[in-house]
């Protein structure tokens, strides 16, 4: 048995005010994690723990919290992590129902510690903001106005504004004065939903552009309520910078960070940080992730720096730990590490420009704990071969349903009792148990597990439903589901029924979302006042 301690919910409580690193990890699948978690907990599924843990949670000794639904989770976790040198474990006692009936509160949704600094900043600053209506009635034929589109291009081409300019949030500053050079210009900055367009706009605002900003209030979501029109399929993306922009853009970028605190390293610094073992260090490329893959800083997380204060939780799971941000041009470093001091992390720096240190390419794959069982695994052909088999898919549900191994059941690694269950329940199993995953590596990590709940040999498919493809050979998108797809949570726009109830119910929880943190009192946002 792993070496793995019980912490109580008051105790717990305590350690989120003492100052320490901390990681509260939730093992549950993502979809169960959004019914309610705590605040500050990371949403790391058991059947991605392997895939997901060593980049989020890089210190072997860090203190790290397990959660579960007080189910065995934490206990087959920490089997999992102790081998691999994760040394101070502990679970919280009962699970999230001793959380809850020590009367502490519990959340729903996703990226709640971003969400509701959000709607703080919103509160705090005053950022002025206009419906879908208002800002439909201003877009006329020859306005002096401009509609900047705050999120990641893949969103922002599914589905955007009629007009709408395609700037992700930590571009804004820097591309402003190249795209909006008129101070007369009426510049609404959207997103989704909430939360990008406010701190957007308000990252416009900070950064002193002299030009009536705005927030579209709800986003695209907001429009689709209001019965606009969308644009779907749009490319319309921002400029490269100028010597110009970037002069402008880089000193008022510095009076914000200054004004938050931000400090400035140099690279020698922060190899006296990366070689300190008694703190957490993250590095993180705020830039876009074409120009990371192009070059970017040896070691360095690509976190776009919109996405980095949208989604803090997907990236540093150590609370309390340090963050360094790198930018060649400086300008999406500053902005977006003055957004993480504002949200309360107590260091944060920014890495000196140096372009020759960024000698790195392409997107490394972050590491994964455990092995692969080599004498277990076996190539598209041999599967061919094989005329009686069962094969299991661990992809993502998005991905199964995407496409997969003809006759492939979707199952949940970290369920595979019940689907072993559910699948026998329908047909017999047969000579060979066959398991297959996007690439491959999360089948091999749970070849080990299928092998203690049956008799049957169990294999995996090198390479995965990509090297299935790869062959040449169709993948399906006929559905076996031999669990239900808990393991994803969807945006209110992805759901099957009624897209606009779940639209306006979305958009309420995150305007609930300030009072809720207020009852927590865990959080320590600084107001910009």
């Known amino acids: 048995m792993p070496n793995i301690k019980l912490i109580s919910p008051t105790a717990l409580r305590a350690m989120l005010d003492d100052g320490d690193e901390l990681a509260l990890i939730d093992l549950r699948e993502e979809l169960i994690y959004s019914r309610n978690h705590l605040l500050w907990a990371r949403s790391v599924p058991l059947s991605r723990i392997e895939l997901r843990f060593a980049t989020l949670v890089p210190r072997r000794d860090t203190r790290i919290v397990l959660i579960d639904d ?13 081998p691999a040198g994760y040394s101070d474990l502990s679970c919280l006692d ?4 001793a959380w809850d009936q020590a009367g502490l509160v519990l959340f729903s949704g996703m990226h709640v510690p971003s969400k509701a600094f959000g709607e703080f900043v919103e509160h ?8 879908a209506d208002e800002l439909n009635a201003m877009m006329q034929p020859g306005a002096d106005m401009i509609v900047l589109d705050s999120r990641p291009f893949d969103e922002y081409s599914r589905i ?26 009426t510049i609404v900055v959207n997103c989704a939903g909430r939360t990008r367009s406010i701190i957007g706009a308000q990252s416009l605002i900070n950064a002193g552009v002299p030009n009536k900003v705005m927030a579209l209030r ?3 979501m907001g429009w689709h309520l209001a019965g606009l029109k969308v644009a779907k399929g749009e490319s319309d993306r921002f400029p490269n910078v100028t010597d110009t922009g970037l002069a402008w853009a880089r000193p008022q970028a510095q009076a914000v960070a200054d004004k938050f605190g931000v400090k400035r390293i140099d690279f020698d610094t922060l190899t006296r940080f990366r070689a300190d073992t008694t703190r957490t260090t993250y590095l993180f490329d705020v830039r876009e992730p074409s120009e990371f893959a192009t070059g970017h800083v040896p070691g360095a997380v690509s976190a776009p720096g919109g996405q980095l204060v949208q989604a803090t ?6 609370l309390g730990a340090r963050i360094v941000v790198a930018d060649d041009k400086q300008v999406r470093a500053l902005m977006s590490a003055s957004w993480l001091r504002q949200m309360g992390w107590a260091e944060v720096y920014v890495l000196e420009a140096d372009a020759a240190r960024f000698s790195e390419t392409g997107t490394p794959a972050g590491p994964v704990l455990g092995t692969l069982p080599a004498d277990k695994a076996i190539d598209v052909s041999t599967i061919l071969e094989i005329d009686d088999v069962t094969i299991i898919d661990l992809s993502p549900s998005p991905a199964y349903h995407r496409g997969h191994i003809p006759g492939a059941w979707f199952a949940i690694r970290g369920r595979l009792d019940k689907a072993l269950h559910n699948i026998t329940n329908e047909v017999p199993l047969r000579k060979v148990l066959v398991l297959s995953s996007a690439d491959g590596v999360a089948a091999g990590l749970a070849v080990a597990e299928l092998e203690g709940l049956t008799e049957i040999p169990v294999r995996w498919l090198e390479g995965g439903n990509a090297a299935w493809a790869a062959a040449g050979i169709p993948l399906s998108t006929d559905a076996k589901l031999a669990d239900e797809p808990l393991d994803v949570w969807l945006k209110p726009y992805e759901r099957k029924g009624d897209p606009k109830a779940g639209m306006q119910e979305y958009l309420s929880w995150e305007v609930d979302l300030l009072e809720r943190i207020k009852q927590d009192g865990t959080t320590h946002f600084i107001s910009a006042r």
């Open 70 to 82: 007080n189910d065995g989770l934490a206990t087959r976790a920490a089997a999992i992590l102790e």
């Open 94 to 97: 009962g699970g999230l129902a």
């Open 124 to 131: 705090d600053s005053g950022t002025p903001s206009l419906s």
């Open 160 to 185: 955007s504004i009629p007009t709408g300019i395609n700037v992700p949030g930590a571009e804004l500053v820097l591309r402003v004065r190249d795209m909006v050079p008129s101070a007369s210009t």
């Open 218 to 220: 709800n986003g695209t």
């Open 313 to 318: 939780d997907l990236y540093a799971g150590t």
